[in-house]
């Protein structure tokens, strides 16, 4: 059974940081592109961060350039985005996405709060 399941969100203060996971299983990862996104409340969900199959390119959106650092372990087949310096702004369900030519995957989410 193909699944993502990210883990690591949770409620930090601002300037705090979180690392959050998302663990592949059902297919192997290091043949897919991967992503996170983010949705904030009644926003339209967007791109916070990508990584080639390699590892060796990485995209940020604006807005987290700095902050965020994506990274892949292959070998774990699972996927990090450390986040650090966080800001209100950052609260959103975080998900994680793993495509090629022929499928996508979305995880379910998890939920990163930046409050004091």
């Known amino acids: 059974q193909v699944q993502l399941v990210e883990s690591g969100g949770g409620l930090v203060q601002p300037g705090g940081s979180l690392r959050l996971s998302c663990a592949a299983s059902g297919f192997t990862l290091s043949t897919y592109f991967m992503s996170w996104y983010r949705q904030a409340p009644g926003k339209e969900r967007e791109l916070v961060a990508a990584?080639?199959?390699?590892?060796?390119?990485?995209t940020y959106a604006d807005s987290v350039k700095g902050r965020f650092t994506i990274s892949r372990d292959n070998a774990k087949n699972t996927v990090y985005l450390r986040m650090n310096s966080l800001k209100p702004g950052d609260t959103a369900v975080y998900y994680c996405?793993?495509?090629?030519?022929?499928?996508?995957?979305w995880g379910q989410g998890t939920q990163v709060t930046v409050s004091s």
């Open positions: 990584i080639t199959r390699t590892g060796d390119t990485t």
């Open positions: 996405k793993a495509e090629n030519l022929f499928n996508d995957y």
